[in-house]
């Protein structure tokens, strides 16, 4: 098993960067593939970006590529999002996700997909 603590949300204006951190307890983080999804207010959770477990192989969504950044740290059990460029529409709560895998790519899109979740982090942006 693994948890999740989610950090680095706040309230930024448009335009500005903020850095997620999601640190992983227990063994083996290096076997979990990672995702990070995000759940506006009265939407459904959707998929932002996704690693492999050895980080090679991510994935982002059309709404965040180019401006979002996902990275982990093996040795540290940690994954990131960094977030640049940030949008009102990118205000939601953000929250880390893992699956045990023997896969070394990541095609796991959805949430019924992982396993264990953080208590996510809120990021609000605002214009």
């Known amino acids: 098993q693994v948890q999740l603590a989610e950090s680095g949300g706040g309230s930024v204006l448009a335009g500005g960067s903020l850095r997620l951190s999601c640190a992983a307890s227990?063994?083996?983080?290096?076997?979990?593939?990672m995702g990070w999804f995000r759940q506006a207010p009265g939407k459904e959770r959707e998929c932002v970006s996704i690693?492999?477990?050895?980080?090679?192989?991510?994935y982002y969504s059309q709404s965040v590529k180019g401006r979002f950044t996902i990275s982990r740290d093996n040795a540290k059990n940690t994954v990131f999002l960094q977030m640049i460029n940030l949008k009102p529409e990118d205000t939601a709560v953000y929250y880390c996700?893992?699956?045990?895998?023997?896969?070394?790519?990541?095609?796991?899109?959805?949430?019924?997909?992982?396993?264990?979740w953080g208590q996510g982090t809120q990021v609000t942006v605002s214009s």
């Open positions: 996700a893992a699956r045990a895998t023997p896969s070394v790519t990541n095609k796991f899109f959805k949430v019924r997909d992982y396993d264990y």
């Open positions: 227990g063994r083996a983080f290096e076997m979990y593939a």
């Open positions: 690693i492999s477990r050895n980080g090679v192989e991510t």
